[in-house]
C-alpha cells in the first residue's frame, strides 16, 4: 500500500477531504507507525551500535532513529560485557549522584531514558542518561529497537504499508476520528479492529522465534 492509497482510504472511511484535515494526514501516519512499532517489538528491527561514555558525563545521545532500548552494556578491554540495569526515570533522577564531585563517580551500574518523551527535533533527540557518573572513559554497545522509515518519507510502500497494513489503516482511523471528534461507537469499533491486527502481528513476530536478546542484530554504527 503506498502512501496515496492509504490517505484515500482514509478520507473515503470518514468521508473527510477538508483542507486542514488532509494537511494532517501525514502526522496521523506517522504517530500510527510509532505507536506499532512501541506495541510490537519486531526481530529485524533491532540494532546493535557501539560508542562511548566520558568521563565526567553522565549522558549518552541515542541514533536518530532510536525508538527504545534493549540494553546498554560497558564492554572492557577483555571484550567482556557488563551490562546496566535500565531504571525509570525518577528512580534515575534520585540515584544520580554529582557530576563534578569525582570521589562519587565509577563504573556506571544503572541506565535509562532522560528526555525521549520531550524532545520534537528531526533526530528524535533521544538521550540516555548512566549512573553513577563515569569516573573513566567507557566503550558501551545500544541495544535498541529503531524506527524504519516512515511511509510518509518511503511513500510507495514499507514493511509496515505491505505486511500491516490494516493496523495501520485502523491506527490512522482512530487518529481521524479524534481529530473530527468523530462519533464514540465508531472510536470504539477501530480501536477493536487495530487491536485485532496488533495481536495478529504480535502472534507473527512470536512464530518468527527470538534469538539473543542482547546481540540479535550485528549492524554496529558510532554513537556519541
Do not use: C
Amino acid at each position: 500500500m503506498t502512501l496515496a492509497e492509504l490517505k484515500t482510504l482514509i478520507q473515503s472511511y470518514v468521508e473527510n477531504d477538508e483542507t486542514t484535515f488532509v494537511a494532517t494526514l501525514d502526522d496521523m501516519i506517522l504517530n500510527v507507525e510509532e505507536r506499532i512499532f512501541e506495541l510490537i517489538q519486531f526481530d529485524f528491527f533491532r540494532k546493535n551500535v557501539t560508542g562511548n561514555l566520558t568521563t565526567g558525563n553522565t549522558y549518552l545521545t541515542a541514533p536518530s532513529d532510536f525508538l527504545l532500548s534493549f540494553s546498554l552494556a560497558i564492554v572492557d578491554s577483555s571484550n567482556d560485557y557488563h551490562y546496566l540495569d535500565k531504571k525509570h526515570p525518577s528512580f534515575m533522577s534520585e540515584y544520580s549522584n554529582d557530576a563534578v564531585a569525582t570521589s562519587e563517580r565509577g563504573r556506571p551500574l544503572y541506565y535509562g531514558d532522560f528526555d525521549k518523551e520531550l524532545s520534537t527535533g528531526t533526530d528524535n533527540g533521544s538521550t540516555l542518561i548512566v549512573s553513577p557518573v563515569p569516573d573513566v572513559d567507557y566503550n558501551v554497545e545500544l541495544h535498541y529497537l529503531y524506527k524504519p522509515t516512515s511511509l510518509t518519507s518511503q511513500t510507495t510502500g514499507t514493511w509496515i504499508s505491505k505486511n500491516a497494513r490494516n493496523a495501520l489503516l485502523y491506527g490512522s482511523l482512530i487518529e481521524a476520528s479524534t481529530f473530527m471528534k468523530g462519533e464514540p461507537e465508531m472510536q470504539v469499533l477501530y480501536e477493536s479492529r487495530f487491536g485485532q491486527e496488533i495481536q495478529r502481528l504480535k502472534n507473527m513476530a512470536e512464530a518468527r522465534g527470538r534469538k539473543d536478546e542482547y546481540r540479535y542484530d550485528s549492524v554496529r554504527t558510532n554513537v556519541t
